[in-house]
């Protein structure tokens, strides 16, 4: 069965600065793989997508992800973060002709002024 | 069209009311899902309906009981709840489980039981 961990409960940092969250996968095979936002009270967004091809994933509102099989992992980066990506990011991965997918427990990003 | 409605945003009951929540998508899509979301918790699968096909149950206790009248709609049958079902309860819809794509989620119904 596959499995996602997201090590880092929190992050924090400065508007303007980089962004980077880390997503770490258990599966067998190559696995499809999300990254989603939650702001608080709503429903999830995707931001991006992972299911074959181009390692380097772009997504919207100016995130990009990339799979690297050798280390099982699959990172959000964000070069410059704004106030309102202040939110949760939940990394989710599944399995072809699987009826699931699984989320990791989320990172909460905070933005600093 | 892109979404996924549900209704209603919010809901309040007691412990021995029956209410139901409602999904509804137009996309076409054949695979839909309920998820229920603690606080500060990501969500957790609860349903899978496949080609309007129950395919998933994940252990969920029968006081929830789903029903998928057809391929655009999901309900979720709600009866003598517990304080500790209060959350947040996700709908979600994907093209095909089987050729697996994104799944668009709902803005949720926030469920209190009092």
């Known amino acids: 069965a596959q499995s996602v961990t997201q090590p880092d409960i929190h992050i924090t940092v400065s508007e303007g600065a980089s962004l980077e969250l880390r997503c770490n996968y258990s599966y067998g095979a190559t696995p499809y793989l999300f990254w989603y936002v939650q702001s608080p009270g709503q429903g999830l967004q995707l931001l991006l997508k992972?299911?074959?091809?181009?390692?380097l994933v772009q997504g919207i509102k100016g995130f990009e992800a990339e799979f690297k099989r050798s280390q099982s992992s699959f990172n959000l980066r964000k070069p410059s973060v704004h106030w309102s990506d202040a939110a949760e990011y939940f990394c989710?991965?599944?399995?072809?002709?699987?009826?699931?997918?699984?989320f990791g427990k989320g990172t909460r990003l905070h933005i600093l002024p | 069209d892109t979404e996924v409605t549900q209704t209603p945003k919010h809901l309040v009951m007691g412990m021995t009311n029956k209410k139901s929540l409602k999904c509804e998508q137009h996309m076409g899509h054949r695979a839909m899902y309920w998820y229920k979301q603690k606080a500060k918790k990501p969500p957790e699968l609860m349903f899978v309906?496949?080609?309007?096909?129950?395919?998933i149950n994940e252990s969920v206790p029968s006081r929830f009981s789903p029903e998928c009248p057809n391929s655009s709609l999901l309900n979720l049958h709600l009866h003598a709840l517990q304080p500790e079902d209060s959350a947040l309860y996700l709908c979600a819809s994907s093209q095909d489980v089987k050729e697996y794509t994104e799944a668009f989620f709902g803005q949720g119904t926030r469920l209190t039981v009092v």
């Open positions: 992972y299911f074959s091809g181009d390692t």
């Open positions: 989710a991965v599944g399995a072809p002709r699987d009826d699931k997918i699984i």
């Open positions: 309906y496949s080609y309007e096909k129950l395919s």
